[in-house]
DNA sequence: GTAATCTACAACCAAATGGTTGTAGATGAA
DNA sequence: TTCATCTACAACCATTTGGTTGTAGATTAC
């Protein structure tokens, strides 16, 4: 089991990186296959400097990581960040969840004892 | 099903909301229990403008809603914008665990025909 | 060696973000 | 009515963000 003792500026940047369409979609790339700078950036409509920042946000993030080859970067998609980032989201869900599981004990002890468990 | 056609604003909207942990920290609050604003206000050591301005980048993004009750207005936190993020978090996953997939195809098609599966 | 390619990084800029204070309108309580 | 409380909203400010251009260093290709 992974404990995550994710501080909330790590958590910050995870959800701010994913805040952007261009870096979504750098991500949904990169885990497909590892992409280099360069081709990334031949993908958008916008310069080779914005492109690497936006990796660079990603990066910083974890969301993806980076790898010399050459003279090229290679950037890969991170699918474990993107899991943190679920487990994240199932802590919003779960505490929702036991919300109605205790509007249903309450309703339940307002019921008829026939409805009681036991 | 729920098909979902959100934009990437909406997107946008969404994880930004979430990348800021006086923000995640009033989901919470108003996923257990709706939470009147300035109740919310105590809560926090910044103005009352300010946790204001956070509900209401919130309910932009749909996470919470606020409905007057009085002269408060009552927030409570929206599950089903948090499972649309989840969702959008799933496709990722989705997206890394096809591309494996298409890894495992290769390798099987390179090892002994025992392997394969039949 | 020379030229082309890929990257790093700085400087700059407009717009958005996250906070503040202040003012004013509704609503509830005495 | 009068006062306190809750909210809305504007104005302001510092910092961050998301883009640009330009320069320079590595690496590859010829």
Redo the contacts between chains.
Sequence with gaps: MVVDELT?ET??????A????TR?DI??RT???EVSVSQLAQAYDMSFAAVQKHVAVLEDARLVTKDPRGRERMVR?N?EC??Q??RL??Q??E??RS?IDRLDALLSEGETPSTQKG
Excluded: M
């Design positions: 909330d958590v910050n940047r995870i959800f701010r994913l805040a952007d369409a979504r991500v949904r885990l497909i296959a998609g699918p993107i899991r980032a679920q989201l199932d919003f869900e505490i929702w919300r």
